[in-house]
Nanobody, 125 residues
Framework: QVQLLESGGGLVQAGGSLRLSCAAS????????TGWFRQAPGSEREFVVA???????????HYADSVKGRFTMFRDNGKNTVYLQMNSLQPEDTAVYYC???????????????WGQGTQVTVSS
């Protein structure tokens, strides 16, 4: 059974930083496309960033325009954990953040098979 467990959310002031973690059991992150999504109150869930499987010739990561240059996603294959480093946080980044994993095609399609329970990030002004 696949389980994804996020951690690291919390309350931070605008301009601050947080690092989210997502640990997997029953699935090897490096063999799958992995992404972070977020959902603010009253809004649809939105894409944040995705990283391609390690098998891809190019090590591909792509970011939503709203977070490009501020957020960085990286993967620790030894720990089977992915991270989302979030810098220069703004109140509009407030949301529940979800980790997701799926087949390689999910990197382009956004259709992920497995989801974590989410972790709350709140940015105060």
């Amino acid at each position: 059974q696949v389980q994804l467990l996020e951690s690291g959310g919390g309350l931070v002031q605008a301009g601050g930083s947080l690092r989210l973690s997502c640990a997997a059991s029953g699935l090897i992150f490096s063999s799958h496309a992995t992404g972070w999504f977020r959902q603010a109150p009253g809004s649809e869930r939105e894409f944040v960033v995705a990283i391609a499987p390690i098998s891809w010739i190019r090590s591909a990561t792509h970011y939503a325009d709203s977070v490009k240059g501020r957020f960085t996603m990286f993967r620790d294959n030894g720990k089977n954990t992915v991270y989302l480093q979030m810098n220069s946080l703004q109140p509009e980044d407030t949301a529940v953040y979800y980790c997701a994993a799926g087949g390689a095609e999910a990197y382009d399609s956004g259709n992920y098979d497995y989801w974590g329970q989410g972790t709350q990030v709140t940015v105060s002004s």
